[in-house]
């Protein structure tokens, strides 16, 4: 095989051994041709088009986007009973059990299950939208699967992303993991009941997010005690 | 680990443009906001192409740099991803100006299709 262009021709070489030893073959000559597609073209086909079917229902529409365990389900079981006409999509690898834990709080969720797959794409939210009852609707979130490395690259057709960032993890995770916090319009500081226990370092965690996402808004909250709720709605809301 | 999806979308795109032909080489670019790991999607390219158009194919990465513009001070600077501070300025409200690229660029195949 052709080790330049891998075109299984080889190509005309001679060897500089001081052998005479000399040969040459024929290669097919190629042709390029310009592309310039976008890899994810499809995805962003299909997230334009929930984002034009979320603005004809007259949706705000939020992705929720952190590690695993950061809080994203309890913020949505505490946000859902306080804001009214809103509904979530939630995304896992397995299980019906996020949905069915938000479904407590009365509000309409729908799961979406991967199986191996590590983020949301805008098609699995394309047919989540299909079960979903729009009527009288004009919040709604989707939890994405929970991690801060892929789901970065697939827009969904959202207006806003909202990144946690949990008082039990790292106060640098912002410039570990700062492809997902780039462009993030909200960065959630949560389980602020628990910085204390956990020694927290508000000033570090507060200016690893501003260097990673610097014109994003940063709250911080509890799901627990519903310190810091009034903000996150008000900024919901805004 | 979605660069095998990833690749795989890069795949469909080459074989729709080859139209059957064989594929010699792609060539994609990937800016540092991609999300995208490199190593990872080689790896997928070696996963994913024996068996299709672009068996043995070489495959060609162009990697970009982050460029903001300061819309304060006019500055155009590259800067590694986490770092958004304008070096003319010192202010963060720079404005992407690249370095979110996952595309396919070109393809070649051979000229005799």
Known sequence: ??????????????????????????????????????????????????????????????????????????????TLQKVPHAAAIVGDLQTENDADRLRASGAQAIQITTGATCHLDAHMVMHALEKLDVEGLKTLFIENVGNLVCPASYDLGEDKRVVLLSTTEGEDKPLKYPVIFQNADLVLITKIDLAEAAGFDREKALASIRQAAPKATILEISSKTGEGMEAWTAWLAD | MHELSIMSNLLSIAEGTANGAKICSLKVRIGPLSGVVIEALRFAFEALAPGSPAEGARFDIEETQLEFHCPDCGAVFNTPVGAYECPTCGCTRGELRGGNELELISIEVPDDV
């Open chain 1, 1 to 78: 095989m052709c080790e330049t262009c891998g075109c299984g021709h080889p190509h005309d070489h001679s060897h500089e051994n001081g052998s005479t030893h000399t040969h040459t073959h024929e290669h097919t000559p190629v042709r390029t041709i310009e592309v310039q597609i976008p890899a994810l073209a499809l995805n962003q086909r299909h997230a334009d088009q929930n984002r034009g079917w979320f603005r004809a229902k007259g949706l705000t529409v939020l992705n929720l986007l952190s590690s695993p365990g950061s809080g994203k389900t309890a913020l949505l079981e505490r």
